[in-house]
């Protein structure tokens, strides 16, 4: 299982991003999948997930509004968009696969990519 996100870099204060996860090594389409991130001097923190086939999702109250989650099967990759970032966004975002197909309170995820770095700043 490989997970590489792509996407991060420098935007300022009410900017917009995209970042992109592509995975390889499994069946994609079999999986919901989230996106997390971790500043520096923080616990990792859950961004969003979406269910295997894209038609649920779910948001952190910081994101809801502001970002959005999609997916992609045919291209195995999944996409977070992000809006309206402010400097407390500035953290390195990973995706991650979820154990489960849909999504779950019990939601837990089992495979984790490198990250990107996303600084948001003037």
């Known amino acids: 299982v490989q997970l590489v996100e792509s996407g991060g870099g420098l935007v300022q204060p009410g900017g917009s991003l995209r970042l992109s996860c592509a995975a390889s090594?499994?069946?994609?389409?079999?999986?919901?999948m989230g996106w997390f991130r971790q500043a520096p001097g923080k616990e990792r923190e859950f961004v969003a997930a979406?269910?295997?086939?894209?038609?649920?999702?779910d948001y952190s109250d910081s994101a809801k509004g502001r970002f959005t989650i999609s997916r992609d099967n045919a291209k195995n990759t999944v996409y977070l968009q992000m809006n309206s970032l402010k400097p407390e966004d500035t953290a390195v975002y990973s995706c991650?696969?979820?154990?489960?197909?849909?999504?779950?309170?019990?939601?837990?995820?089992?495979?984790w990519g490198q990250g990107t770095q996303v600084t948001v700043s003037s």
């Open positions: 090594g499994f069946t994609f389409s079999r999986n919901a």
């Open positions: 979406i269910s295997w086939t894209g038609y649920n999702t």
């Open positions: 991650a696969r979820s154990t489960y197909k849909d999504l779950s309170p019990r939601q837990s995820y089992d495979y």
